[in-house]
């Protein structure tokens, strides 16, 4: 079965810092990658995916992420963070082409920007 | 377009008390999902419907049973409520090209 690494629990930064936040996984297989953000009291949404090709992704709200195959890890960037990217990340995985496209999700990121 | 929604949006119950949270999408997907989100555990899967009529075990099932009456709805019922079930529960449907969540349901247990 596979597994999610987010390593960073909490992390604090003042406004128009640089963000980078880690994610590993654990799956021999070929799987495909997301980013989700879920701000205070909401529900998940997503930030950005991978599935094939460029392994730099662009999302929204200028965030971007890199996939590394030989590390396992889908790392979440951002330039200059706002007081409004507070929120918690959560990195997740599901295996491609298989029926089954259940996520597998890290325990997530909170991130706090001090204005 | 509402995306997946589930009701309720908050329950408090006591211990032993049983309790169905609905959820129902109109996305035409075929695969949906119920998640619970615990502090420091991110999202874990309870259940998950591939298909109409279909359902299968996820990571924590115990305690828990589905029905996926259609291929719109899948409800999530807890036959006899405990403490450790206190968490935000979670819905999602998915088409090949993303996972999308309903607004959850936070429930007590007392």
């Known amino acids: 079965a596979q597994s999610v690494s987010q390593h960073n629990h909490h992390v604090i930064l003042s406004e128009a810092a640089s963000l980078e936040l880690g994610c590993n996984y654990s799956y021999g297989g070929t799987v495909n990658l997301f980013w989700y953000v879920q701000y205070p009291g909401q529900h998940l949404q997503l930030l950005l995916k991978y599935f094939s090709g460029d392994p730099l992704v662009k999302g929204i709200k200028g965030f971007e992420a890199e996939f590394i195959k030989s590390k396992f890890s889908f790392n979440l960037r951002k330039p200059s963070v706002q007081w409004s990217d507070t929120a918690e990340y959560f990195c997740?995985?599901?295996?491609?082409?298989?029926?089954?496209?259940?996520?597998?999700f890290g325990s997530g990121t909170r991130l706090q920007v001090q204005p | 377009n509402a995306g997946v929604t589930q009701t309720p949006k908050f329950q408090v119950l006591k211990t032993g008390q049983s309790m169905t949270l609905q959820c129902a999408q109109d996305m035409n997907h075929n695969s949906m999902y119920w998640y619970r989100q615990d502090p420091g555990m991110g999202l874990r899967l309870i259940y998950y419907s591939a298909s109409e009529g279909t359902t299968d075990k996820g990571e924590v099932p115990n305690g828990y049973n589905v029905s996926r009456l259609n291929k719109r709805e899948f409800s999530l019922r807890l036959e006899s409520a405990a403490p450790s079930q206190t968490s935000v529960y979670f819905c999602a449907s998915n088409l090949a090209g993303g996972t999308f969540f309903g607004q959850g349901t936070r429930l007590t247990v007392v």
């Open positions: 997740a995985v599901n295996v491609k082409d298989t029926g089954r496209r259940a996520l597998t």
